[in-house]
Nanobody, 124 residues
Framework: QVQLVESGGGLVQAGGSLRLSCAVS????????MGWFRQAPGKEREFVAA????????YYTDSVKGRFTISRDNAANTLYLQMNSLKPEDTAAYHC?????????????????WGQGTQVTVSS
């Protein structure tokens, strides 16, 4: 059984930064991919970034490239999302997730474990 717990969300002004953390308990195989998704009120869950737990290959949605950085600390079993130059449109609940099924890394249906989410609010 895997549990994911996010932290680090909050209220920040546009242009500011936040770092989200996702503590992972349970066994994670090196072949797994972990991702960050976000969901704003009234909108569908949206892929943000993903990383291969082993080699560190990263993937980003276009709207966050150059501003967000996904990373992981294998020893600490923790996933991170460093968010810089935040914009009001980044406001959402951010969830970390563990990909269990084959398929596209940006498809939330391929992820089997989810955290409860942490709220990020960016004021203009």
């Amino acid at each position: 059984q895997v549990q994911l717990v996010e932290s680090g969300g909050g209220l920040v002004q546009a242009g500011g930064s936040l770092r989200l953390s996702c503590a992972v308990s349970g066994r994670i195989f090196s072949s797994y991919i972990m991702g960050w998704f976000r969901q704003a009120p009234g909108k569908e869950r949206e892929f943000v970034a993903a990383i291969a737990w082993s080699g560190g290959t990263t993937y980003y949605t276009d709207s966050v490239k150059g501003r967000f950085t996904i990373s992981r600390d294998n020893a600490a079993n923790t996933l991170y999302l460093q968010m810089n130059s935040l914009k009001p449109e980044d406001t959402a609940a951010y969830h970390c997730a563990l990909k269990l099924y084959s398929g596209d890394y940006y498809d939330p249906r391929k992820y089997g474990y989810w955290g409860q989410g942490t709220q990020v609010t960016v004021s203009s």
